[in-house]
């Protein structure tokens, strides 16, 4: 056993630490008391504190013990007359000792502890890692925020990192913004595949003089799919990060097919914008080669000017669609107009597996592997768990290609809520300041969970910006891309929801929120929006910000917090969860798979091939008994009825509630507004009504709470005179049911509905009944949502008429039409 005693000769008081075996609590605490005698300065008195208790021993008690230690040490910094007086003593007894650097903090509180290069700077001294982390315990438990644990363990990670408390709680201070700080990984670049020269690749002359316009070579992940069979006809699942190429992939393999006489294009995606920017895309890259493009999406049948100047063909040469654009093709029977398919490209095809539109992409997979059994089917994804089990599932080979084609940082900004829009301005500006060695300036995408955020945080936003999302028209939309495209806009802020569609050329992505909606973003979707900073064609690096509040939820009963999420999200991986339809689903595409084949046996097969699990017995029985469909040795054959349903996406609830209200005599106005309400609308006047009754008005009229506080008591008398006016109105007209649970039962979504539909038929555009809501009511709607509920109801209309007509309801098949018509104008 080693005996070692710590001398502290501070202007006070002389401290004494004897310490056994190296241990950082002492054997006790003593005080000395020194005196000066004729042979030099001694001991005068010996305190011994010891479990709380004071006790005065004889001074000859540390003589022994410093004669019997095996190392006297003298602290450094203690007061330098106290020191001299010390250390003379211990040359009256003929004793050394060494001057060492200890831990202040650990003195503090009795302890003893070295400083050492481990040691962690702190208010202009260093201090022992032990009480640095001490201290970043006591200040994240004493400010008003609560940090998560992942939190406190990531600020433990950088402390270990820098070595610098000050440094690290700086991390909790957004005001003083650490690039090196707030990085948590980089991710490096890497091309070590070898890539292939587009010279020598076997296609036709003229695409292969169109593609070296642009590049001599193909990028890697190109080279590995040219080198595993795309130009020889082999179906592959491609996963690989945004802005590897992957696109590219499915156009040489389709485009090829084209001019070698092989068969269309068929190019599937999952969003309208992404659609309409391939169409146009590929119009003008190909339309030189003689190649035709045309684009089938849901929103097509009210008339905008977008949609007249845009082809829609079937016998075009490429056929851009989203999902269900291509699959109304084929649920409507009309599979043989498409023609003879050489190659179909589905793109994002990981949504696969979600659980709202995964089975419509499933099924319209296995419907066109039936009617097109001899095309090449290449699959893009940039995010898929389990790739393996996914090319199985699709008899694709895999193309797996892990690497960024350009370096990648990832930031934690730990902020308050009230700082993001400070830090996301700072961020942005300091990005679009930079010049990438191709030339292209620095551009943000911000994603945040709701569309009024984007208008919030571009209107606050200290730079040029816009936003983003589908509610907008195509025109607005249009105009955003082309402006960012040409480096003009330094910021887009978008949803989450537009994660994977349309390509903006960014470099740095910030995340104001890491939620879709109100619900946490998955990893998926994470890796998704991430994915699309940096662009090997414009920029050198990559960066990704996260900024996180501690303690922000968005419901009560979400257990994590946002910093939490964070960390959760930038250490995660994604998990392969197996993916099961509802039941209802499950009708919906057996009936869909129906209008495509008359055989029993093929309907098994394409179902069997599924990703969910079918038993095709049991639900054939169930739309037999319900007769949407006749069995007859074999054959299967949709009914009038069960046609309508397959034709119009109903799912066999929905069918059934147009065919009873048919038979109710109900008119089609009203079925068509029951089905499916307008809701995305928003008091135009939100924050001055907020202002003005010092509440916090959710911005969506018919969200929560939003009429009970604006109706309640005298607040509408403090209001200003045109906005209650305009607010009377719109209770008078909209409010004035007796239902027992008004304004929650309903109605009054109806009525509005009821009135969107209405104004249209007056003549309006989406724009313009917008502006007529706002003049009328003071509550206001995105044009781009208002277009999508008119197609939907316009499509709701279709399957009213033909159910009228097939239950000889004449007259309502008659006010079904006309007012179909008045709609799409």
């Known amino acids: 056993m080693t005996l070692w005693?710590?001398?502290?000769?501070?202007r006070a008081k002389i401290t004494v630490l004897p310490i056994r075996d190296k241990k950082k609590k002492p054997l006790f605490v003593g005080e000395l008391v020194m005196q000066t005698t004729a042979t030099g300065p001694r001991p005068h008195k010996f305190k011994v504190i010891l479990n709380n208790k004071e006790e005065f021993h004889p001074p000859s008690e540390l003589t022994e013990l410093l004669r019997t230690a095996d190392r006297i040490m003298i602290g450094r910094d203690g007061d330098p007359q106290q020191t001299a007086?010390?250390?003379?003593?211990?040359?009256?007894?003929?004793?050394?000792?060494d001057v060492v650097d200890v831990c202040r903090f650990c003195l503090l509180k009795n302890m003893f502890n070295f400083l050492n290069r481990r040691s962690v700077r702190y208010h202009r001294e260093k201090i022992c890692l032990d009480c640095a982390r001490d201290e970043l315990t006591r200040v994240l438990s004493s400010s008003q925020v609560t940090y998560g644990e992942e939190v406190c363990d990531r600020l433990e990670e950088v402390l270990l990192g820098t070595r610098d408390l000050d440094r690290t709680l700086l991390m909790l201070n957004p005001e003083e913004l650490d690039h090196e700080l707030t990085r948590f990984d980089a991710i490096a670049a890497s091309t070590e595949v070898s890539t292939s020269r587009i010279k020598e690749l076997p296609i036709h002359r003229k695409f292969r003089e169109l593609l070296l316009q642009k590049s001599d070579v193909l990028l890697p992940v190109q080279s590995i799919s040219v080198k595993n069979g795309l130009l020889k006809?082999?179906?592959?699942?491609?996963?690989?990060?945004?802005?590897?190429?992957?696109t590219l992939i499915g156009e040489l393999a389709g485009i090829?097919?084209?001019?070698?006489?092989?068969?269309?294009?068929?190019?599937?995606?999952?969003?309208?914008?992404?659609?309409?920017?391939?169409?146009?895309?590929?119009?003008?890259?190909?339309?030189?080669?003689?190649?035709?493009?045309?684009?089938?999406?849901?929103?097509?049948?009210?008339?905008?000017?977008?949609t007249d100047s845009m082809r829609r063909s079937l016998d075009s040469d490429i056929i851009v669609g989203t999902y269900e654009g291509i699959d109304y093709i084929l649920r409507t029977g009309a599979a043989d107009m498409l023609g003879y398919i050489g190659t179909v490209v589905v793109d994002e095809v990981h949504t696969i597996e979600d659980q709202?539109?995964?089975?419509?992409?499933?099924?319209?997979?296995?419907?066109?592997?039936?009617?097109?059994?001899?095309?090449?089917?290449?699959?893009?994804s940039a995010t898929v768990a389990k790739p393996e089990i996914m090319a199985k599932h699709l008899n694709a080979k895999l193309i797996e290609y892990e690497y960024r084609p350009v370096p990648i940082e990832r930031h934690l900004v730990l902020c308050p809520e009230h700082s993001k829009i400070k830090i996301m301005t700072k961020l942005a500006r300091d990005e679009y300041g930079k010049v990438s060695s191709k030339g292209h300036r620095g551009q943000t995408i911000i994603f945040t969970n709701s569309r009024r955020n984007c208008h919030r945080i571009s209107e606050a936003l200290s730079i040029p910006s816009a936003p983003y999302h589908a509610g907008l028209t195509s025109q607005e939309r249009k105009k955003v891309e082309v402006s960012f495209a040409k480096g003009r806009l330094p910021v887009v802020v978008t949803t989450a929801a537009l994660a994977a569609g349309v390509d903006f050329p960014a470099s740095q992505v910030m995340f104001e929120?890491?939620?879709?909606?109100?619900?946490?973003?998955?990893?998926?979707?994470?890796?998704?929006?991430?994915?699309?900073?940096g662009r090997p064609d414009y920029h050198d690096r990559g960066e990704v910000v996260l900024l996180a509040s501690p303690g922000k939820r968005y419901t009560g009963d979400q257990g994590d917090t946002e910093d939490t999420v964070a960390l959760k999200l930038l250490k995660g991986e994604m998990l392969h969860t197996r993916v099961d339809y509802g039941e209802e689903e499950k009708l919906e595409e057996i009936l869909a798979t129906a209008a495509v084949t008359s055989s029993e046996k093929d309907l098994r097969r394409i179902h069997g091939n599924m990703l969910a699990d079918y038993n095709v017995d049991v639900l054939l029985r169930r739309l037999e008994k319900q007769k949407f469909l006749q069995r007859n040795k074999g054959s299967v054959e949709l009914t009038r009825f069960g046609k309508i349903a397959a034709g119009h996406f109903l799912s066999v609830s929905r069918a059934f509630l147009i065919r009873d209200a048919v038979l109710l005599d109900q008119g089609p106005l009203n079925i068509v507004t029951n089905l499916e309400f307008f809701d995305g609308v928003y008091f135009k006047y939100a924050s001055r009504i907020s202002a003005t009754l010092n509440v916090n008005l959710p911005s969506r009229v018919f969200q929560g709470a939003s009429l009970d506080i604006l109706f309640e008591g005298e607040n509408m008398g403090k209001l200003d005179i045109a906005l209650r006016e305009q607010l009377f109105d719109f209770a008078s007209e909209f409010l004035t049911c007796t239902?027992?649970?008004?304004?929650?039962?309903?109605?009054?979504?109806?009525?509005?509905?009821?009135?969107?539909?209405?104004?249209?038929?007056?003549?309006?555009?989406?724009?313009?009944?917008?502006?007529?809501?706002?003049?009328?009511?003071?509550?206001?709607?995105?044009?781009?949502?208002?277009?999508?509920?008119?197609?939907?109801?316009?499509?709701?209309?279709?399957a009213v008429e033909m159910i009228a007509k097939a239950y000889s309801k004449k007259e309502i098949a008659l006010e079904a039409h006309r007012l179909k018509k008045e709609i799409e104008g």
């Open 513 to 533: 929120s890491l939620a879709m909606g109100i619900e946490w973003l998955n990893m998926q979707e994470f890796l998704q929006m991430l994915g699309r900073a």
């Open 256 to 306: 090829e097919n084209i001019l070698r006489k092989k068969g269309k294009l068929l190019y599937l995606v999952p969003l309208v914008a992404l659609a309409n920017q391939k169409y146009d895309q590929f119009t003008e890259r190909y339309s030189g080669l003689g190649i035709q493009t045309s684009i089938r999406v849901g929103s097509a049948r009210i008339k905008v000017s977008k």
């Open 85 to 97: 007086t010390v250390i003379s003593m211990l040359q009256g007894f003929q004793l050394s000792a």
């Open 356 to 380: 709202e539109r995964g089975h419509r992409l499933d099924g319209v997979i296995a419907r066109l592997k039936y009617s097109a059994p001899d095309a090449q089917f290449i699959y893009l």
């Open 5 to 10: 005693i710590l001398i502290i000769a501070e």
């Open 233 to 246: 006809g082999q179906s592959q699942l491609v996963t690989s990060v945004t802005a590897t190429g992957k």
């Open 739 to 798: 239902c027992k649970d008004s304004p929650y039962c309903g109605c009054a979504e109806r009525k509005f509905s009821e009135k969107i539909i209405t104004i249209r038929t007056e003549g309006y555009d989406p724009a313009g009944i917008v502006r007529k809501i706002e003049n009328l009511y003071g509550v206001t709607a995105y044009p781009g949502d208002v277009l999508g509920y008119l197609d939907s109801a316009v499509r709701n209309l279709d």
